[in-house]
């Protein structure tokens, strides 16, 4: 069945680096865009950045830029998300979300998600 | 950055009740919104995109509506299941969430 996997939880000392991956499964990975999307404990949800299906463009939120960088590997079908510089507001759940393919289906939202993985930033 | 503001922040009804939730965009996004419901733990799961459209397999008894800046998630008749987070999203430009709507039960 269609399914992202993410790796499992993270605990990080401040200033280190984290690098996520989301392995794709059971549809075309190289069709579509590939979204990061982060929670806080108890807090909504903040958009990070997009790579797009073949890998050599994204677009990353202002907050994050400088910070962040999403790569995807096409022989594994897995993209992933490192984010450096970790402060302790960074502790939340990361998730990899899949956006359609428009064309009578799903278009500029997220069908698929991953089950998220828990990064923890504490000294 | 287009700001989503969702009222209200939290809601209580009754199962069979009938229950609005309004996403207001800071400047015109067209119909690029969709609607999320998550429950504790659990990754979002897409209800609702391109304002009105319903993602297959998601029951009926939801519907969205609106464009511009102003749009609507309606649950008809609510189920056991329907106590959750709901969420609107903008794709108009660089994505953006509101920021949540609490569904508990009355």
């Known amino acids: 069945q269609v399914q992202l996997v993410q790796s499992g939880a993270e605990v990080k000392k401040p200033g280190a680096s984290v690098k996520v991956s989301c392995k794709a499964s059971g549809y075309t990975f190289t069709n579509y865009y590939m979204h990061w999307v982060r929670q806080a404990p108890g807090q909504g949800l903040e958009w990070m950045g997009v790579?797009?299906?073949?890998?050599?463009?994204?677009n990353y939120a202002p907050r994050f830029q400088g910070r962040v960088t999403m790569t995807r590997d096409t022989p594994t079908n897995k993209v992933y998300m490192e984010l450096s510089s970790l402060r302790s507001e960074d502790t939340a759940v990361y998730y990899c979300?899949?956006?359609?393919?428009?064309?009578?289906?799903?278009?500029?939202?997220?069908?698929?998600w991953g089950q998220g993985t828990m990064v923890t930033v504490s000294s | 950055d287009i700001q989503m503001t969702q009222s209200p922040s939290s809601v209580s009804a009754s199962v069979g009740d009938r229950v609005t939730i309004t996403c207001r965009a800071s400047?015109?996004?067209?119909?690029?919104l969709a609607w999320y419901q998550q429950k504790p733990g659990k990754a979002p799961k897409l209800l609702i995109y391109t304002a009105s459209s319903l993602q297959s397999g998601v029951p009926s008894r939801f519907s969205g509506s609106g464009s511009a800046t102003d749009f609507t998630l309606t649950i008809s008749s609510l189920e056991p299941e329907d106590f959750a987070t709901y969420y609107c999203?903008?794709?108009?430009?660089?994505?953006?969430f509101g920021q949540g709507t609490r569904l508990e039960i009355k």
């Open positions: 979300a899949r956006e359609g393919l428009g064309g009578g289906n799903v278009w500029k939202a997220y069908d698929i």
């Open positions: 999203q903008q794709a108009n430009s660089l994505p953006t």
């Open positions: 400047q015109g996004i067209s119909s690029w």
């Open positions: 790579i797009n299906p073949s890998g050599d463009n994204t």
